[in-house]
């Protein structure tokens, strides 16, 4: 190939590829808000359900800012790969402050990541729990997205909770799923670090 075809073929790749980077960048802005606000939507629905008495879910610089120190203490404790990652004041229709709504995270479950909200009251009591992510076998982990597991956390008020495989949980443990132990583990270790945070992190 000459030099004058070399350049040619260059300049249409050249042409080609900025092309479909315009291409991609404004399908990219098309799409970027209408997937923020199905976002903001699914986790609206899932702190509702994780805390039922309460109208609106406000972030609190405070509460944020100790987000940081608080994974830092969640790295050195026995939870295993667990972090917060964010928090909310779970508030009533009146402006009364009811508890919080927690997100957080283990990477320790069966398919990678489990991510959970956890409603917990100022006294401690777990309001609920739903799931923003898990990625585990159908059949087995994704049972944890059943209330037959789930709903276990509801009024639980422990500083941490454990897993049984005996069938008989006590106020402080949690009935592993049959032949998923490690999704119950993760899900309830994702629990304890929101747990840590209410009881150690808030000033």
């Known amino acids: 190939m000459n030099k004058?075809?070399?350049m040619k073929d260059a300049l249409i790749l050249f042409v080609i590829t900025l092309v479909s980077g315009c291409l991609l960048g404004g399908v990219y802005q098309v799409t970027k808000e209408p997937i923020e606000k199905a976002t903001i939507a699914a986790n609206n629905k899932a702190y509702k359900a994780v805390?039922?008495?309460a109208e609106s879910f406000d972030p609190d610089d405070a509460l944020t800012a100790a987000v940081e120190g608080c994974n830092a203490d969640l790295a050195g404790m026995d939870f295993g790969g667990v972090k917060v990652e964010n928090v909310l004041k779970a508030v009533d229709g009146s402006g009364n402050q009811l508890g919080?709504?927690?997100t957080s995270l283990s990477n320790d479950?069966?398919?990678?990541a489990v991510k959970v909200s956890v409603g917990i009251k100022e006294d401690g009591t777990i309001t609920g729990i739903e799931f923003l992510e898990i990625n585990d076998t159908p059949g087995l982990g994704l049972k944890a997205k059943e209330p037959k597991f789930k709903d276990q956390f509801i009024g639980k008020n422990?500083?941490?909770l454990s897993v049984t495989k005996m069938g008989n949980a006590d106020?402080?443990?949690?009935?592993a799923i049959s032949g998923a132990t490690i999704?119950?583990?993760?899900t309830t270790?994702?629990?304890n670090a929101a747990l840590y945070y209410l009881h150690n992190c808030i000033k």
């Open 4 to 6: 004058a075809g070399f």
């Open 51 to 53: 805390f039922n008495e």
């Open 100 to 102: 919080y709504v927690i």
């Open 109 to 112: 479950s069966y398919g990678g």
């Open 158 to 160: 422990a500083e941490s």
């Open 171 to 175: 106020d402080t443990q949690i009935n």
């Open 183 to 186: 999704t119950s583990s993760a």
């Open 189 to 191: 270790n994702a629990v």
